[in-house]
Nanobody
Framework: VQLQASGGGLVQAGGSLRLSCVAS????????IGWFRQAPGKEREGVSC?????????YYSHSVRGRFAISRDNAKNTVYLQMNSLKPEDTAVYYCAADRRLQRLRVGVELDYWGQGTLVTVSS
């Protein structure tokens, strides 16, 4: 089982990035997917998550709502996080995770699978 996050980088405030999370080793369309982030010295927080099988339900943290958009492509076993209007406070390592239950992703505990992180740095 693998969740491969990519797409991070350095961007100026106001810019955009698109993160990708590619899954393998499990039946992707059976799993809800979430994005989390952890900034230096801070606890991990949930950013967004998307339901199975078609992503008809999505959730966003208050801090990113209206700026970020999550989507999934089951044919490519991939979930995307489009991040617009980035702010310096969005700087963090971003992780994707998978779980059969969307509710677990909303609270971020006891998740089935975690990927490695991708670093997003937003300069002011």
């Amino acid at each position: 089982v693998q969740l491969q996050a990519s797409g991070g980088g350095l961007v100026q405030a106001g810019g955009s990035l698109r993160l990708s999370c590619v899954a393998s080793g499990f039946t992707f369309e059976d799993y809800a997917i979430g994005w989390f982030r952890q900034a230096p010295g801070k606890e991990r927080e949930g950013v967004s998550c998307i339901s199975v099988p078609d992503g008809s339900s999505t959730y966003y943290s208050h801090s990113v709502r209206g700026r970020f958009a999550i989507s999934r492509d089951n044919a490519k076993n991939t979930v995307y996080l489009q991040m617009n209007s980035l702010k310096p406070e969005d700087t963090a390592v971003y992780y994707c995770a998978a779980d059969r239950r969307l509710q677990r992703l909303r609270v971020g505990v006891e998740l089935d699978y975690w990927g490695q992180g991708t670093l997003v740095t937003v300069s002011s």
